[in-house]
């Protein structure tokens, strides 16, 4: 996907995955990490996500990655945290105190250069990558985290009722993506459309989110 693509979402201020929220499925399903306060939580194409800052106020240290310049300001902003900034070979780096965010390309990101997260956080990274994607996305997360334990979060629905982003992920996706190197445990399926109107209008009749455990 053209990164030019999203540069125009924030710049145009369409967010509609962004959250007001902290999500819930994070909040429900967390402890199934079992990580220790000081431990290093990864978050792929993380936006200014509320659920960073809730990462950080639960003890961890966060090391995320992000295309938008404007989306990692707006983070550090809403955090009260001027960041300091330095260059690393795909864009720079925001840093203040746990929190560090790689702005730039993902897939430049090395893993001398986040070191070894002891788990990955994945709400709308795998969904926002169309299939053709995906599974170069998969491979090089491996990589970078050393196939860290994961907690993901995908949407299912019918693709031919709606042109991605958020793109559908179904269970057998995420195994045949990382069933290879995982035990994937599904934590919970549950029906959503109800509480999205704006999916209802772009046409959905069903729309399922999914949490999965990845260890």
């Given at each position: 996907?053209?990164?030019?693509?999203?540069?125009?979402?924030?710049?145009?201020?369409?967010?509609?995955?962004?959250?007001?929220?902290?999500?819930?499925?994070?909040?429900?399903?967390l402890g199934?990490?079992?990580?220790?306060?000081?431990?290093?939580?990864?978050?792929?194409?993380?936006?200014?996500?509320?659920?960073?800052?809730?990462?950080?106020?639960?003890?961890?240290?966060?090391?995320?990655?992000?295309?938008?310049?404007?989306?990692v300001?707006?983070?550090?902003?809403?955090?009260n945290?001027p960041?300091?900034?330095?260059?690393?070979?795909?864009?720079?780096?925001?840093?203040?105190?746990?929190?560090t965010?790689?702005?730039?390309?993902?897939?430049?990101?090395?893993?001398?250069?986040?070191?070894?997260?002891?788990?990955?956080y994945?709400?709308?990274?795998?969904i926002?990558?169309?299939?053709?994607?995906?599974?170069?996305?998969?491979?090089h997360?491996?990589?970078?985290?050393?196939?860290?334990?994961?907690?993901?979060?995908?949407?299912?629905?019918?693709?031919?009722?709606?042109?991605g982003?958020?793109?559908?992920?179904?269970?057998?996706?995420?195994?045949?993506?990382?069933?290879?190197?995982?035990t994937?445990?599904?934590?919970?399926?549950?029906?959503?459309?109800?509480?999205?109107?704006?999916?209802?209008?772009?046409?959905?009749?069903?729309?399922?989110?999914?949490?999965?455990?990845?260890?």
């Amino acid at each position: 996907m053209n990164p030019e693509f999203w540069h125009q979402k924030w710049h145009n201020a369409e967010l509609g995955f962004h959250l007001l929220q902290v999500h819930p499925l994070l909040q429900r399903h967390l402890g199934e990490l079992a990580l220790k306060a000081g431990q290093t939580v990864f978050v792929p194409l993380c936006g200014k996500t509320l659920d960073i800052g809730y990462l950080l106020e639960k003890g961890y240290r966060v090391i995320g990655a992000e295309l938008s310049v404007k989306a990692v300001t707006e983070l550090f902003s809403s955090l009260n945290r001027p960041p300091v900034i330095t260059p690393w070979q795909g864009g720079n780096r925001y840093q203040h105190g746990d929190l560090t965010i790689f702005q730039g390309d993902i897939f430049l990101l090395q893993p001398d250069d986040i070191g070894v997260p002891d788990a990955i956080y994945d709400r709308a990274a795998l969904i926002a990558l169309p299939e053709a994607m995906r599974e170069r996305y998969a491979r090089h997360l491996l990589t970078l985290t050393d196939k860290a334990p994961q907690l993901l979060i995908t949407l299912e629905y019918d693709q031919q009722e709606m042109d991605g982003p958020p793109f559908s992920v179904a269970q057998e996706q995420v195994k045949s993506l990382y069933g290879s190197d995982y035990t994937i445990a599904s934590l919970s399926r549950k029906m959503v459309l109800d509480h999205e109107p704006v999916f209802q209008e772009r046409g959905l009749t069903a729309l399922y989110e999914n949490a999965f455990l990845l260890g």
